[in-house]
């Protein structure tokens, strides 16, 4: 198997390594799969994944909180068993002939299994660092097609939250889709709809998706296998995508297809994999750090408690009893005629835990900077102080470097998305801008998730005033948001305040 599960990202010459002994395989032409007769042969030599044991599910347990996916993991620590002794019974023992307090059956007692929420933590911080900033669309000309374009973009697929889930499925389950569909309103219109492939949280529901590469590795067939209601019963539906053709296939004792023309012109999905979870990289550390945790909360389950100990007889209150006091009876040494009394004190774990503490800090150090996921908690923030943005960015910077390698896969994927979307208006839902949407380059951009520093880019900004245009510093102003009407109102503030000061303004 040519993969690479110690980098959070699959090296590019493994990646097209892989798909080439992929193809030659496992992955026949998509023109000789379809040709075949025999839809149930289609499928079959279709489901092929494109990475061996792959198992998603198991990954997005492991993301839902699930540790059994290794054998250290904290979710397979043992029930400990306990020995107990009657307080009444005794018994004899056989070797020293003394007599002891019987024993009984033993008793299991159920261990701590703490488990933390790195892998949630970890995913999310890497999808907020791709698609947490803002989005801006650019076209190459800005005519009505693309303002339209920004529209069902921007507002009706909501793409940006699109986009972020898609991301957190690939990272937490190592494989998810994008499938755009044309639907028709009820006043006779189309438009597109927008739907998510990824592992099902139940394990009875069944949705499978495989893509097909050709030789140049560009997708050229995408399968989607999932279960549906067809006349009353449950049946195998599969959907088969290609550039010109759909294939719907519904399996009621035999496959029965269905072709339908892909008015997209392409095939509407949009896949994206990596080779292991997002926080495959530091999952023994994980393990650890729980495992330690877990063994920690069953000690002081067990010596937090202070115990109370007394000495000679003394008259303890129940535990319901409200503003306890003890009372400890007074005895005279009939002897030496001296007075004495039983005491009492607490008997409290006076371990020290600084080993402990030690080693979880240093297990806390090394799964961040594994991951490149840096630690947001609060305790780590308050020690900060008013740092300057660039300061920020660059405490940061291992998280933008490894946001920076995820969108060699994340990149192409919202630019096709981009392409897709314009291929369905064009000849679907929008089709008289067809010529507007198709001859024009739109591109999606997503700005830094990080915080402005305000007064530092209006000093710069200031600075550049110096040395570049009146328009080029009010277009990256923070408070500008459109650049020519900015530059009107510029105009216009600069030629009153022109009147106001000349020769007639100051006279009159």
């Keep these: 198997m040519l993969t690479n599960c110690q980098h959070p990202l699959p090296i590019i010459g493994v990646y097209f390594v892989w798909h080439y002994i992929l193809r030659e395989k496992y992955m026949p032409d998509i023109k000789d799969i379809l040709k075949k007769d025999d839809f149930g042969s289609i499928v079959g030599d279709l489901c092929v994944d494109t990475r061996e044991n792959r198992n998603p599910r198991e990954y997005m347990e492991e993301y839902d909180g699930d540790r059994t996916r290794r054998k250290e993991s904290v979710g397979y620590r043992e029930r400990k068993k306990i020995a107990v002794y009657s307080e009444t019974e005794k018994e004899v023992d056989a070797d020293t002939g003394e007599e002891r307090p019987k024993r009984l059956e033993d008793k299991t007692v159920e261990v701590a299994q703490v488990v933390t929420n790195l892998p949630k933590k970890i995913v999310r911080t890497s999808v907020a660092f791709l698609f947490g900033g803002e989005m801006t669309i650019t076209a190459e000309d800005s005519n009505d097609g693309f303002s339209e374009f920004k529209k069902v973009y921007k507002r009706k697929l909501k793409m940006q939250s699109v986009l972020k889930e898609f991301a957190r499925k690939v990272l937490s389950e ?23 492939l990824s592992t099902p949280k139940d394990s009875n529901t069944e949705c499978e998706f495989y893509p097909h590469f050709d030789e140049d590795d560009d997708m050229d067939g995408f399968l989607y296998k999932y279960n549906a209601e067809v006349n009353g019963r449950t049946c195998e539906c599969v959907k088969i995508y290609t550039k010109d053709t759909i294939y719907s296939g519904v399996m009621d004792g035999v496959w029965l297809v269905k072709k339908t023309k892909n008015l997209f012109g392409k095939i509407p999905v949009v896949y994206a994999e990596v080779d292991c979870p997002d926080w495959d990289d530091v999952a023994n550390l994980m393990d650890k750090k729980e495992m330690r945790l877990s063994r920690l909360s069953d000690t002081n389950d067990y010596f937090s408690e202070p115990i109370l100990k007394t000495y000679g007889l003394a008259n303890l209150p129940s535990k319901e009893t409200v503003g306890k006091e003890l009372n400890f009876g007074i005895e005279i040494d009939p002897d030496t005629g001296t007075s004495y009394h039983g005491d009492a004190d607490y ?18 150090d090394a799964i961040h900077s594994g991951a490149s996921s840096p630690d947001l908690s609060m305790n780590k923030l308050m020690g900060l102080g008013n740092l300057s943005g660039t300061s920020r960015r660059f405490m940061l910077i291992d998280a933008e470097i490894k946001a920076s390698e995820q969108m060699e896969i994340f990149g192409p994927a919202v630019q096709r998305t ?23 380059f739109i591109e999606v951009e997503f700005g830094s998730i990080l915080p402005q520093d305000l007064a530092e880019e209006l000093k710069n900004l200031e600075t550049a005033s110096q040395f570049n245009s009146k328009e080029t ?3 990256n102003s923070p408070y500008t948001d459109d650049v020519e009407t900015e530059l009107n109102r510029k105009k216009q503030d600069e030629k009153e305040t022109a009147q106001n000061n000349s020769f007639i303004g100051a006279t009159l």
């Design 347 to 364: 008997l409290a774990w006076q371990q020290s835990c600084e080993s402990v503490t030690l080693e979880l800090n240093q297990l806390d």
């Design 418 to 440: 981009v392409a897709i979307v314009q291929a369905g208006m064009a000849n679907i839902t929008h089709t008289k801008y067809a010529s507007q949407l198709n001859d024009n």
């Design 473 to 475: 510093i009010i277009k």
């Design 174 to 196: 190592t494989k998810a889709a994008i499938v755009f569909y044309p639907v028709t309103r009820d006043d006779g219109k189309s438009q597109l709809k927008v739907k998510i």
